[in-house]
């Protein structure tokens, strides 16, 4: 009922910029919470950053200053604007939605896209 599409992953060489997009489509009548999250070979899944449905925003502090996350509400799109990237940012980064509240029925779930790998080359 919802599909998520993530774009915008690739390789880059150290101190470059990449932008991550993630559209939704459906029946989709709000959305909560936006954000973006990555995972690195071995590790746990992390948070990145995320932007509430009113745009106030949170960040890790590893990409404070360098990263920057926004929203199209009318398109149902959250972006991440990467720049200054570091080799350690190398991981697929997945985006994920909170509380979407679909038509007819009206009825709320979260939801994650299908993951784009970014790595970044010293």
């Known amino acids: 009922q919802v599909q998520l599409v993530e774009s915008g992953g690739g390789l880059v060489q150290a101190g470059g910029s990449l932008r991550l997009s993630c559209a939704a489509s459906?029946?989709?009548?709000?959305?909560?919470?936006m954000g973006w999250y990555r995972q690195a070979p071995g590790k746990q899944r992390e948070l990145v950053a995320r932007?509430?449905?009113?745009?106030?925003?949170d960040y890790a502090d590893s990409v404070k200053g360098r990263f920057t996350i926004s929203r199209d509400n009318a398109k149902n799109t959250v972006f991440l604007q990467m720049n200054s990237l570091k080799p350690e940012d190398t991981a697929v980064y997945y985006c994920?939605?909170?509380?979407?509240?679909?038509?007819?029925?009206?009825?709320?779930?979260?939801?994650w896209g299908q993951g784009t790998q970014v790595t970044v080359s010293s």
């Open positions: 932007i509430s449905s009113v745009g106030s925003t």
């Open positions: 459906g029946k989709i009548l709000s959305i909560n919470a």
């Open positions: 994920n939605l909170v509380w979407v509240v679909v038509a007819p029925m009206a009825l709320g779930d979260d939801y």
